[in-house]
């Protein structure tokens, strides 16, 4: 049972992880995971509130990316294989190019601790 355990915390901390490092400041302001419901797992700001993504994202059900324009940033949601989603806030005059990259890298990285 204690071995179950430490795994599973180890499997949560390593998602966390690729989260968390997502945020660069720079094209990328926070990040979000979200479970297959919609509920929030992990994120990197208390102020960025993901809640309506996956309601955003059955809009639109056949891509698996998409991008939302607002007026104070920019929100790019990626669903992925398992139904989970990534959500990143990015500056509106930021590199959408570079945050896509590193969000498409997080995508792949994530999936085996899902």
Same mark, same amino acid.
């Given at each position: 049972?204690? &071995?179950?355990? =430490? ?6 901390? *390593?998602? /966390?992880? @690729?989260?968390?490092?997502?945020? !660069?400041? %720079? ?13 929030? &797992?992990?994120? =990197? ?6 809640? *309506?993504? /996956?309601? @955003?994202?059955?809009?639109?059900? !056949?891509? %698996? ?16 294989? =398992? ?8 500056? /509106? ?22």
């Amino acid at each position: 049972m204690q &071995i179950v355990m =430490t795994f599973q915390l180890l499997r949560l901390s *390593v998602g /966390n992880t @690729i989260i968390a490092d997502l945020v !660069d400041n %720079e094209c990328i302001l926070s990040a979000a995971l979200l479970d297959t419901e919609g509920f929030t &797992i992990e994120r =990197t700001s208390s102020q960025f509130k993901p809640t *309506v993504m /996956n309601e @955003i994202m059955d809009l639109n059900s !056949d891509s %698996e990316l998409l991008t939302v324009v607002g007026e104070e940033s920019t929100v790019v949601i990626t669903r992925l294989e =398992t139904g989970h989603c990534i959500v990143i806030q990015c500056p /509106n005059d930021g590199n959408l190019g570079k945050a896509r990259l590193k969000l498409s890298k997080a995508r792949e990285a994530i999936l085996p601790f899902l």
